[in-house]
């Protein structure tokens, strides 16, 4: 489970769509920037291949949430 989740306008004044985000998992922490297409591009290590899927659709479903749906 994604704990910390954050995020913020990847532009100065929200004038073009994209967020970056932050959050940790198992005591490690990840960064990225989320594009309005919905591709996720990491600044950070990734996570690895066995739970990079799951952690996508988190991410996903949080941004759907705090963006899109206020």
Known sequence: MLT???YKPLYANNQLP???FS??????KYE???HQSGKIEWTSIEPNQ?????VQSQIHELMLYHVYEK
């Open 4 to 6: 910390h989740f954050q």
């Open 18 to 20: 994209g967020w970056t």
């Open 23 to 28: 959050f940790y998992l198992q005591k490690k």
């Open 32 to 34: 990225g920037i989320y």
């Open 50 to 54: 066995e739970i990079i899927a799951d």
